[in-house]
DNA sequence: GTTGATGCAAAGTATTTGCAGAGGG
DNA sequence: CCCTCTGCAAATACTTTGCATCAAC
């Protein structure tokens, strides 16, 4: 993420604390910044390990804490992609969709419009009023894909 | 669902039974059987309060280890919509997505080879082997949308 | 100094499992 | 009879919450 995207961010994020009369706090600043500086999709845990090495005394329950925050604010999204834990991502101002490595566990995301138009055709048939949609592809990734052909 | 296709469903489900070595009891036939019966995408939880009122003395248990018996026998598939408890669809010869109800809960099936076919160029285009994929609908059926229009 | 935040441990949910006794084949 | 199944309760996995203490403002 480039350092002006990372600032807006961060300014959003104190705008929701300020307003919501809430703190900011040591603990919160290094989750907040730990989460905002990995372009990743991190699950608790993983988030709570990097914050650890940080500040080894960060407790579990503030990243949990923290990344309701992040999301009640809109720059973070929960997901369920078939783990039993969730994986956090970071807000985008785009809709998007995601592909995800049953291997290696990375998510790619990708925009498709056409797809989009579909599903509004489909909600419009069966006269269903959409309010979001979630579209998960599973399989394997080219690195995955290519491992599993040399029989790794 | 026909008479036809529940027979034909029960005898899949014998078949399983019998080939692993498996035994049929009371409480299977039961569990089974009402869950065949419905045409709906139960929860655990909803599928024991109907076999109670069959046999009270059936426990949670036996039901979450026939459900899974039906999903290794592939009559039946586990989803998670979104809620915090596993739904239970019965299993079709042709894959399917779904629209569903934030209001009632209702879940309508729904095809659409178009938008499987975006899928594949999708996958295409990031070199991704595709193994399967999930695509969830949600908003107001038909009924709730009404209902909520008149501000009820 | 108030008031919200933290860390811990305990509670809460959904699901799975160990075990002794029951009951199919 | 043997071996699986059942019901119960305990265990598990992830997440949330209560509470005494701590730290922002």
Redesign the pocket.
């Known amino acids: 993420m480039t350092q002006d995207l990372f600032k807006e961010k961060w300014a959003i994020y104190e705008q929701h604390i300020s307003q919501k009369?809430?703190?900011?706090?040591?603990?919160?600043d290094v989750i907040v910044e730990e989460f905002f500086g990995e372009h990743e999709h991190l699950?608790?845990?993983e988030l709570w390990q990097r914050v650890r090495k940080i500040?080894s005394?960060?407790?579990?329950?503030?990243v949990?804490?923290?990344l309701?925050l992040l999301s009640e604010s809109g720059l973070a999204h929960k997901r369920q992609f078939g783990e039993?834990?969730?994986r956090f991502e970071h807000a985008t101002d785009h809709h998007h969709d995601h592909l995800i490595c049953m291997s290696c566990h990375q998510i790619i995301e990708f925009e498709n419009d056409e797809i989009e138009t579909l599903q509004e055709r489909v909600c419009k048939k069966h006269k269903f009023q959409l309010v979001h949609h979630k579209m998960e592809l599973y399989g394997y990734c080219e690195k995955c894909s290519a491992k599993k052909g040399r029989g790794i």
């Open positions: 009369g809430l703190k900011s706090t040591r603990q919160r699950t608790v845990e500040d005394k960060i407790g579990y329950a503030t949990y804490r923290t309701k039993a834990q969730a």
